[in-house]
């Protein structure tokens, strides 16, 4: 068993198996090396995390669908206000930017699928977050094409006036939204073809142009099947 100790204030020790915990996230499979200090203690230290992120990261290593409360009925109507949506849409974004940080690819396509129905049940698009996912990927990543889908699709005149639009660091993915309308120009968009309204997709995922298998492949877990149900 290895512990991670979460956070900083009041730090919380998850014990988790060696082999779950190294199976997906090289991150975690250096850190345990014999070269390294956390292989001779079995202790990850992870102060710049939070629990309820890495307890979504658990989770998922134990084959329990993440973010499960979110199946609740209480959940899904108060996902109907803005504010809802865009706390929880700030969830994935977190739980996202830790699985890019200890490379764990399976998961944050999970995440990426998660997300995507998310939005599409609440009729919702979380530029912001999708903004930020943009700027973590490196330059061809799949992910990225969900922003430009998602602009390209349900664009409205009034997300320009966002604060993301005049970020600096945006600059790349408004070029890149700013190419995608030009090869448009001239052709039919019907919102009821935008790619993640589609169900059992790769579009957005590490693995797709690879030879790498989808982690629904990978891992066939109950609670997978069920999602891909729904």
Same mark, same amino acid.
């Given at each position: 068993?290895?512990?991670?100790?979460?956070?900083?204030?009041?730090?919380?020790?998850?014990?988790?198996?060696?082999? !779950?915990?190294?199976?997906?996230?090289?991150?975690? =499979?250096?850190?345990?090396?014999?070269?390294?200090?956390?292989?001779?203690?079995?202790?990850?230290?992870?102060?710049?995390?939070? @629990?309820?992120?890495?307890?979504?990261?658990?989770?998922?290593?134990?084959?329990?669908?993440?973010? %499960?409360?979110?199946?609740?009925?209480?959940?899904?109507?108060?996902?109907?206000?803005?504010?809802?949506?865009?706390?929880?849409?700030?969830? *994935?974004?977190?739980?996202?930017?830790?699985?890019?940080?200890?490379?764990? @690819?399976?998961?944050?396509?999970?995440?990426?699928?998660?997300?995507?129905?998310?939005?599409?049940?609440? $009729?919702? *698009?979380?530029?912001?977050?999708?903004?930020?996912?943009?700027?973590?990927?490196?330059?061809?990543?799949?992910?990225?094409?969900?922003?430009?889908?998602?602009?390209? #699709?349900?664009?409205?005149? !009034?997300?320009?006036?966002? $604060?993301?639009?005049?970020? @600096?660091?945006?600059?790349?993915?408004?070029?890149?939204?700013?190419? $995608?309308? @030009?090869?448009?120009?001239? =052709?039919?968009?019907?919102? &009821?073809? &935008?790619? *993640?309204? =589609?169900?059992?997709?790769? %579009? *957005?995922?590490?693995?797709?142009?690879?030879?790498?298998?989808? #982690? =629904?492949?990978? !891992?066939?877990?109950?609670?997978?099947?069920?999602?891909?149900?729904?």
């Amino acid at each position: 068993m290895v512990t991670v100790r979460v956070g900083t204030k009041e730090p919380k020790d998850f014990h988790i198996h060696k082999q !779950r915990l190294c199976q997906y996230s090289p991150f975690f =499979k250096g850190a345990l090396d014999k070269d390294w200090s956390e292989a001779k203690s079995n202790v990850i230290e992870l102060p710049d995390d939070t @629990v309820e992120i890495f307890e979504i990261y658990c989770d998922w290593l134990y084959n329990i669908s993440p973010f %499960r409360e979110s199946a609740s009925p209480s959940v899904q109507h108060a996902a109907q206000s803005l504010d809802a949506f865009r706390l929880e849409s700030t969830r *994935y974004y977190e739980a996202y930017m830790f699985g890019d940080k200890v490379l764990d @690819v399976a998961f944050t396509d999970m995440l990426i699928d998660n997300l995507v129905m998310h939005m599409n049940s609440c $009729a919702l *698009y979380p530029v912001f977050q999708l903004f930020k996912i943009f700027q973590l990927s490196a330059s061809g990543h799949p992910v990225r094409q969900l922003l430009i889908d998602v602009v390209l #699709y349900d664009g409205q005149e !009034r997300w320009l006036e966002k $604060a993301c639009w005049n970020d @600096v660091d945006n600059r790349e993915a408004i070029l890149e939204i700013t190419k $995608a309308l @030009v090869r448009q120009k001239g =052709k039919l968009v019907n919102k &009821a073809d &935008a790619p *993640y309204l =589609k169900t059992n997709i790769c %579009r *957005y995922h590490s693995h797709t142009g690879t030879d790498t298998p989808c #982690y =629904k492949t990978q !891992r066939g877990w109950g609670w997978l099947r069920e999602q891909d149900k729904a």
